[in-house]
C-alpha cells in the first residue's frame, strides 16, 4: 500500500496538500510531521523532493505570485490608455485570485517571519507599486477621478480584492469568478450611486 501512495504522488500533489495545512494551521505552527501525515507520506519522501517546509512555501508563493505578474506582461495590461490597462489589471487579478485561492490565500497570510515570507513580500509591494502608477496615470489622464489619494485608492481596491479570499468558495449555485470579476470592476470604477 505505502508503495502505491508513492507511485500516484507527485511534487505538485504534495504542494496542494501543503498549502492547504499552511492555511489551516498557519506556515509557523505547521511542521514536517504535519505535512508527512497530511500528505499520507514519510518525512523522507518528501524531503526526497524538497529541501523543507520553506521550499514548499516558496513554491506556493511563487505560484501566486507568478500569476500576478504575468497580469502586467498581457497585451490589454501593456497597451492602450491607462484607465482601461488598469481595468483590465483589476479585472484579471480576481481572476487569478480565485483560479488560484489557496495560493493567493497563502500569500496573503505571510508576515516576514523567514526570508522567504520577506521575499513574498518584497514581491507583492512591487507588483502593488506597479498597479499604482497605472492608477496615476490613468489619474493623470483624467480618465479616473482624483477625488482620491492614489496611495489610499489603491489599497482601497487591494482592500477589497484581496478580501475575496475570506469569503469566496466555488460553488456552482454561487457566484462565478466572472460575476465576481465584473462586481469588482463595476464598483471600483462605477460605484454603487446611480446618477
Not at 506556493?60 to 497580469?71: C, P, T, Y
Amino acid at each position: 500500500m505505502t508503495t502505491a501512495r508513492r507511485d500516484t504522488y507527485t511534487p505538485e500533489t504534495l504542494l496542494a496538500v501543503a498549502v492547504r495545512v499552511f492555511n489551516e494551521r498557519g506556515y509557523d505552527g505547521t511542521s514536517m510531521e504535519h505535512l508527512s501525515k497530511a500528505a499520507g507520506i514519510s518525512k523522507s519522501s518528501i524531503y526526497h523532493h524538497v529541501s523543507g517546509k520553506e521550499e514548499l512555501l516558496r513554491r506556493a508563493v511563487s505560484r501566486a505570485l507568478d500569476g500576478l505578474f504575468a497580469i502586467l506582461e498581457e497585451e490589454h495590461a501593456r497597451v492602450g490608455r491607462p484607465a482601461d490597462r488598469l481595468e483590465h489589471v483589476v479585472r484579471r487579478m480576481v481572476e487569478v485570485l480565485i483560479a488560484e485561492l489557496p495560493y493567493v490565500t497563502l500569500l496573503l497570510r505571510v508576515r516576514g517571519n523567514t526570508a522567504t515570507e520577506r521575499w513574498a513580500l518584497e514581491r507583492r509591494r512591487d507588483f502593488d507599486h506597479r498597479v499604482a502608477e497605472l492608477l496615476k496615470a490613468a489619474t493623470a489622464e483624467g480618465d479616473v477621478g482624483g477625488d482620491v489619494e492614489v496611495r489610499l485608492a489603491t489599497r482601497l481596491v487591494f482592500g477589497m480584492i484581496n478580501s475575496i479570499v475570506e469569503w469566496y468558495r466555488p460553488d456552482p449555485r454561487g457566484a462565478s469568478a466572472r460575476d465576481v470579476s465584473d462586481a469588482v470592476v463595476r464598483l471600483v470604477f462605477s460605484g454603487l450611486r446611480r446618477g
